[in-house]
């Protein structure tokens, strides 16, 4: 199990795009924090802003558009967004890794599997202080990785080119780059979201055991709620741009309190199937003129005074469940 | 609900390539009736859209026999009355795509409009705004707007329309909410039902998707490389699994309560990809992932057996009946 220090902290990120219409205010003041060996689900619909966040960890948000317009990334103590250009590096391809939505884009589509997990493996190597080699070693150490993600026939894998691969084996392959030996924290962005349930369930299972084996922690980005409910101890939920609830991921099944939240889990089609709820009303708002207050108000069941003018903060709710809605406090 | 409005049987779609033949579509045998909802569900590279494709018209079948109310199936679209044409329709997966980004909402639904008759402009115009009511698009605020400026699902709901605007009887759904978000996808299948509704329509559902099946399917056949394993009422197929691949697709859902969970097959654990509809391995397609496997399965290509009423099954384990 997880313990309680913190590995990764956001606090009161803010990031906004410049566009030719103005600015695009998309981060508005996100908190998150994913302890050490913890699996953190960020749920949400597509353009609320999760991927921002996660490129915001990496430092891979092309700037110009995108500007941090305030708050601090914490990784172990050290505020990332303040690291110097050259010291970047050391932590994207240290400790921090990620896995992509479309895994053909995240290879490299003219060198072989092989060559490109070796590259990672010999730079992963030096990082420990390892500089000499053999190709043998290096071969051997490339199909074992490829093994841990139950690829069949890994020889043959490292001899081909990403383009041969299935979508499935593809994504194996990301994730066994990914989490090569000193990895700690695994940012995993939507990598099931193109592929069937049946190699989704393969892949998540492996996933799992492998994270688990190791003790990295992971933040699971994606907007299917069933497989938070899975695979992750807590969860995120995020609408435009806000974190608007955090909870243990039984209790926020079990005990949703944001509206959206709610509307979320009612629009989900079940399989015991009693129909499908049209849960929300509207869409999500334009970034160019967020609404004041609370961003989820236009659409919001429950709307008061206070929701039209002022940001709810993260409101306690129990001991693992935090809400950012005034019906829980002022 | 017992009148057959469409009926196919033994439909094959092979595409001839360099490296072989695909047989995206192999024997395929079902019939649709009137009113209700038929789903079919896969894997990506099973058929399913080649099936739906072939029905509409974009592909001449290989082989095999389609009907619908009795007019044959067997020409492509260029080869159809328009009459043919104008009762069976589709709606895409990606309205990104499907729409014309140079073509307005307004010129975008004029065009079936103008192929299949109201000649004169102004029953053009009412039509045009009845079609945007039907969708729920207010017609003064989208009429002239550009399909890439307004968001997905707002895009889905004009391809819906463009369905519609021939007043068809059938119209394919090639999982049209696959791209969207669940909210609205949400607000996309109730729409769909009203419609359905409303207008008498037939559906053939595509998608990938179980749980939404299970809320929009009145029967549901699965399909895997191009055959179909299983055919049964929707409640039976999600309570009463009977092929081995239902129960490992059923098995691999994702789901977000445990009453739902109480619902999956226990102990059936996915494994294997669906391999490339070029090699089709011999004997029932399914064996190389099945748990169940037996000798007689890498041999013989099982028969269709019916298990009970409307619940049929093609596996050597219910072979007797």
């Known amino acids: ?57 990496l430092r891979v948000l ?51 599997i ?13 990082q420990q202080g390892i500089e000499e080699v053999s190709k043998k070693e290096l071969k051997s150490r490339a199909a074992s990785l490829l093994k841990e993600t139950g690829m069949p026939d890994p020889e043959r894998i490292l001899k081909s080119y990403p383009i041969q691969l299935s979508g499935g084996m593809r994504q194996r392959v990301c994730i066994s780059e990914a989490l090569r030996v000193t990895v700690k924290l695994l940012l995993a962005d939507e990598p099931t979201t193109n592929l069937d349930v049946t190699i989704q369930d393969q892949i998540l299972r492996r996933l799992d055991e492998l994270v688990e084996k190791r003790g990295t922690s992971i933040l699971f980005i994606t907007h299917s709620l069933g497989v938070v409910r899975h695979l992750t101890h807590r969860v995120y939920i995020m609408y ?43 869409r999500i708002p334009n970034y160019l003129n967020p609404p004041e207050g609370c961003r989820f108000h236009p659409r919001c069941g429950d709307k008061m005074e206070i ?23 002022r | 609900m017992t009148e057959e409005i469409m009926r196919v049987e033994g439909l094959i779609k092979h595409f001839f390539t360099k490296q072989g033949t695909v047989r995206a579509v192999d024997k395929v045998s079902f019939s649709i009736f009137k009113g209700e909802t038929l789903g079919l569900v896969g894997e990506s590279g099973s058929g399913k859209t080649t099936v739906a494709h ?82 729920e698009l207010p017609p003064e605020e989208y009429l002239y707007k550009y399909p890439t400026t307004i968001g997905g699902g707002e895009k889905q709901m004009v391809a819906i329309a463009r369905a519609l605007a021939t007043d068809p009887s059938f119209i394919a759904l090639d999982e049209p909410t696959s791209a969207l978000d669940v909210s609205i996808q949400a607000k996309i299948i109730n729409l769909l039902i009203r419609l359905q509704k409303k207008f008498d329509l037939t559906y053939l559902f595509i998608t990938h998707d179980l749980s939404l099946m299970r809320n929009m399917a009145n029967r549901v056949a699965i399909m895997y490389l191009g055959k179909i394993s299983e055919v049964a009422p929707t409640v039976d197929f999600f309570q ?67 298990i009970e009423e409307g619940h049929t099954v093609r596996c050597h384990l219910y072979a007797d009946g």
């Open chain 2, 54 to 135: 072939t029905l509409i018209g974009i592909y001449e079948p290989t082989g095999g026999k389609a009907y619908f109310k009795d007019q044959s199936l067997e020409k492509d679209y260029s080869g159809r009355s328009k009459n043919l044409k104008k009762e069976i329709r589709i709606v895409f997966q990606d309205p990104g795509s499907s729409l014309n980004p140079r073509w307005s909402i307004k010129q975008i639904l004029e065009l079936p409009l103008k192929v299949h008759g109201t000649p004169v402009n102004r029953d053009q115009m009412k039509r045009i705004t009845e079609l945007l009511n039907m969708v």
């Open chain 1, 240 to 282: 435009a741009g806000n974190i608007v609830e955090t909870a243990h991921t039984k209790e926020l099944f079990s005990n949703p309190l944001h509206p959206y939240t709610r509307g979320l889990l009612k629009t989900v089609p079940k399989l015991t199937g009693e129909g499908v709820s049209e849960g929300i009303q509207g």
């Open chain 1, 62 to 112: 092309p700037s110009p558009p995108a500007r941090i317009t305030g708050g601090e990334i914490f990784y172990r103590g050290r505020d990332i967004l303040k690291l110097k250009k050259r010291e970047i590096p050391s932590i994207r391809r240290g400790e921090i890794s990620a896995i992509f939505q479309d895994p053909l884009t995240s290879l490299n589509p003219v060198f072989t």
């Open chain 1, 307 to 329: 929701c039209i003018n002022k940001k709810p903060p993260l409101f306690n709710q129990g001991e693992n469940q935090m809400v950012a809605c005034f019906l829980y406090g």
């Open chain 1, 1 to 57: 199990m997880h313990t309680k220090s913190p590995l990764l902290e956001i606090k009161d990120l803010s990031v906004s795009f410049k566009v030719f219409e103005g600015d695009l205010k998309v981060l508005n003041g996100v908190n998150l924090t994913i302890n050490e060996g913890e699996k953190v689900g960020l749920v949400g619909e597509t353009g609320c802003g999760k991927t921002t966040t996660i490129k915001s960890v």
């Open chain 2, 240 to 306: 009463k699994p009977l092929h081995p691949y239902t129960k490992m697709l059923l098995s691999s859902i994702p789901v977000i309560s445990d009453d739902e969970e109480d619902l999956k097959p226990k102990k059936v654990i996915s494994r294997g990809e669906i391999p490339s509809p070029v090699n089709i391995p011999p004997g029932c397609s399914f064996h190389l992932r099945c748990p169940e496997k037996m000798a007689v399965c890498s041999k013989i290509d099982p028969e269709m057996v019916e």
């Open chain 1, 114 to 126: 092989g060559y490109q997990l070796q590259e990672i493996i010999k730079h992963s190597l030096r």
